[in-house]
């Protein structure tokens, strides 16, 4: 971690659902960090969560937090962890890289209350990634909606996908891995190794590409797609971008479009693990999209967000990207579509980052992954 004078904390509370680790803390003052554009200070507020996952703000400064073992947890406003998980979803499996994954608010949240997460879900012959909603009751979801559920499950611990974003149309984007099983990511009639769309309802929309096409999976948005972790629309071109673990090497930047092939595992920048040979016919092929950019060796991403609001001008609209193995967090600098700058900040220091998100005041939230993870805010400085 990043060194700093302890602070006392808070007494943690036990309780009989999670061994009493939840700690939150008054701000602390870390030494300022000078980044290329922007000096920033990190600061801590939430110890203890148990491989966090993903976060969201409520309206009323209040957050959700998932943890992957299958806990939804209310952070309030002064950083305190409701030691109640919240109840009333359905059934998780946490194994391997699955459990409780992604969380989002509807965009007319405040009007419908609307809260999504996906998450692995049990079904014949395994489990796989699924999607549900429901509406936020005190510390109980109600009215819960199991809206997309992939096909065909497998046992597999591996490559789950899970990031949830809304377009600007209320279109709803669901990334899916190809769970293990590279070959089914170019398969029309399985879900697994594409970005599927829906409505927020969970209905099929009528412009899906590939609604018409027999024998297809009609959710399906995108092909050839590895296990994408990192998801977000553009500020200014409201287009879906994500991210994607590649094998050993060959993590990609994509602009994600109705009816394109991405190429896994066809084509890629990466190579097989432990024996350095090539994954299908190499790094291009005809009717398959490039990345717009990737790494060589893998930094393992997982959460990315543009950045937005007054805090960061130095960074505005630029891609921020966690790394697992990397331990860091990357700055893309774009012109366009062509990422023209990349710089890597706090390298070893603040752990695994998996999730990525800007808050409504303009602050960079990051959440790392470890089994004592943490909530940590990154504050601009000029």
Known sequence: MLKAPLFSCLAMVVCFVLPLRLVAQTVDTFPVVS????????????????????????????????????????????????????????EIVAKGQGGLLDVVLHPDYEENGWVYWSYSAPGTDGWGTALARGQLQGQRMTNVQVLFSMEPKTRSGLHFGGRIVFDRTGHLYLTLGDRGDKERAQNLNDHAGSVIRLRDDGRIPSDNPWLQRPATKPEKWTLGNRNMQGAALHPVTGELWTHEHGPQGGDEVNVMRAGKNYGWPEITYGVNYGF?????????KSGMEQPLHYWVPSIAPSGMAFVTGKMFTGWRNHLLVGALRGQMLVRLELNGEKIVREERMLKGQVGRIRDVRVGPEGAVYLLTDDSEGELLRLEAVK
């Open 276 to 284: 350095g040979t090539k994954i299908g016919e190499g790094s291009v």
């Open 35 to 90: 980044s290329e554009k922007q000096k920033f200070r990190v600061i801590s507020l939430v110890k203890g969560l148990e491989h966090p996952w993903s976060m969201a703000f409520l309206p009323d400064g209040q957050m959700l937090i998932t943890e992957r073992e299958g806990r939804l947890r209310r952070v309030g406003k002064n950083f305190q962890i409701d030691p109640q998980p919240i109840s009333g979803l359905p």
